[in-house]
């Protein structure tokens, strides 16, 4: 009996070091085509959303040099054929969305940037950890869907 279970004992390693060997030896192609694809669309995201920074304006040191200069940072949204209906509800959802956004971003404190809404202009106030998380916040804002214009009005905490 002891060296039937030792003998189990023994072929049972023996088929486990077998099957982790060829296992390692052998690539998968699923898992190698997928993780292709992934660093793909991981690279076309990256390239997006740095033509939309580009676009609206937002880099860093621009967003420092206006806070210099004027105290706050301001962009508009071209206008939307149809304009949206500006009345306190339209204020209230865009002011919730931008909310919501704010507390799902881990650098961004929603408890630090309060939030106004009227008639479609934003406006943040409150304080950042950076330049950068204020490019943020505005980057939130106007990618909400009703925001006309964001004017932020947000100081960099030190």
Known sequence: MKNFLLGLIFGLIVVVAAIWYYADQRKD?????????????????????????????????EIKSELARTG????QKARETGNAVSDASSDARITAAIKAKLLADPDLSAL??????TVGRVTLSGTASSPENIRKAMLLALDTPGVQEVVSTLQVKQ
Do not use: F
């Not at 706050?72 to 962009?75: F, K, L």
């Not at 630090?112 to 809404?117: C, R």
């Open 112 to 117: 630090s940037i309060s939030v106004n809404t």
């Open 72 to 75: 706050q940072v301001m962009r």
């Open 29 to 61: 192609p699923t898992a190698e085509q997928a993780k292709t694809r992934i660093e793909s669309t991981a690279t076309q995201v990256k390239e997006s959303v740095q033509d939309k920074l580009n676009w609206k304006n937002l880099s860093t040191d």
